[in-house]
């Protein structure tokens, strides 16, 4: 099965900041790529796929990034409605796998 | 617009069944996988397996080979997962999510089970 390692595990951070969260694939996965963000007690939202592309209706202050095996969310300016958990998640091969989570919390 | 409704919060003893719908709308059902996933009580994210309703093909995660069937009635649209030999572990959330174009774009509002004696 291909691994997403996710870090941080935890990201405190304070409203107005530059945040990056990385997932590292075990093999490779091209750009089978997608960010999620889920708040509590919710579903999970879809917010960049193909590794760059931002979904319908996700404000332009998030981006996706890949270099090689590691890919990036990336929050230019944080807001307070962006306190979430958020997962990557590979669908090159099966068994899709999730990266563990990161919480986004404010310092 | 594409629409994803789960059926209610299930409490159910250990060994036992239970059958999770998950109706959708506002697209083609037969012509899009199904997806279902699984959030333990503050955990992550788990990918169960996908259904492809318009042939009734499956894909299972080796790990819930034997413990989740996925069917679905395209009569009604829905898509179905149960869950067999509960135990404590089971007590989850589980989610469908549509597949295809606009892969896990679209979610259900999750189905909590409570395996409780």
């Known amino acids: 099965d291909i691994q997403m390692t996710q870090s941080p595990s935890s990201l405190p951070a304070s409203l107005g900041d530059r945040v990056t969260i990385t997932c590292r694939a075990s093999q490779d996965i091209g750009n089978y790529l997608r960010w999620f963000q889920q708040k509590p007690g919710k579903s999970p939202r879809l917010m960049i796929y193909g590794a760059t592309n931002l979904a319908a209706g996700v404000p332009s202050r998030f981006s996706g990034s890949r270099s090689g095996s590691d890919y990036s969310l990336t929050i230019s300016s944080l807001e307070s409605e962006d306190m979430a958990d958020y997962y990557c998640l590979q669908s090159k091969e099966s068994p899709f796998t999730f990266g563990s989570g990161t919480k986004l919390e404010i310092k | 617009q594409v629409q994803l409704q789960q059926s209610g919060t299930e409490l159910v003893k250990p060994a036992s069944s239970v059958k999770i719908s998950c109706k959708a709308s506002?697209?083609?059902?037969?012509?899009?996988?199904m997806h279902w996933i699984r959030q333990q009580p503050g955990n992550g994210l788990e990918w169960i397996g996908w259904i492809y309703p318009g042939n009734g093909n499956t894909k299972y995660n080796q790990k819930f080979d034997g413990k989740a069937t996925l069917t679905a009635d395209k009569s009604s649209s829905t898509a179905y997962m149960q869950l067999s030999s509960l135990t404590s572990e089971d007590s989850a959330v589980y989610f469908c999510?549509?597949?295809?174009?606009?892969?896990?774009?679209?979610w259900g509002q999750g189905t909590l089970v409570t395996v409780s004696s």
């Open positions: 506002g697209y083609t059902f037969t012509s899009n996988y």
């Open positions: 999510a549509r597949g295809g174009d606009g892969l896990f774009a679209y």
